[in-house]
Nanobody
Framework: QVQLVESGGGLVQPGGSLRLSCEASGSIFSINAMGWYRQAPGKERELVAVITSGGSTNYADSVKGRFTISRDNAKSTVYLQMNSLKPEDTAVYYC???????????WGQGTQVTVSS
């Protein structure tokens, strides 16, 4: 019902910036949350940032002050602006959309972010 397509990943040097985008093909109207998760090799998938339909945001401690999540409801798109990137940010980044009351849960296919000199 909802398909998510991530884009914007790539290779950057430490201290550089990237902006990830996640566009939803279906309607996201509802009490909902959209977020970004990441998974590095040998690691569990972890929450990076989330934004609700009410505009509230939460961030992992490791990215606070460096990453900013935002959404454009007219375009059904969520963004993740990543600044001051560190090698430990290297991971596959996944977009997630949830309808809270309905219990629906959707994931994108992921986009690779590599931070290296």
């Amino acid at each position: 019902q909802v398909q998510l397509v991530e884009s914007g990943g790539g290779l950057v040097q430490p201290g550089g910036s990237l902006r990830l985008s996640c566009e939803a093909s279906g309607s996201i109207f509802s009490i909902n949350a959209m977020g970004w998760y990441r998974q590095a090799p040998g690691k569990e998938r972890e929450l990076v940032a989330v934004i609700t339909s009410g505009g509230s945001t939460n961030y992992a401690d490791s990215v606070k002050g460096r990453f900013t999540i935002s959404r454009d409801n007219a375009k059904s798109t969520v963004y993740l602006q990543m600044n001051s990137l560190k090698p430990e940010d290297t991971a596959v980044y996944y977009c997630r959309f949830r309808r809270i009351r309905e219990g629906d849960d959707y994931w994108g296919q992921g986009t690779q972010v590599t931070v290296s000199s």
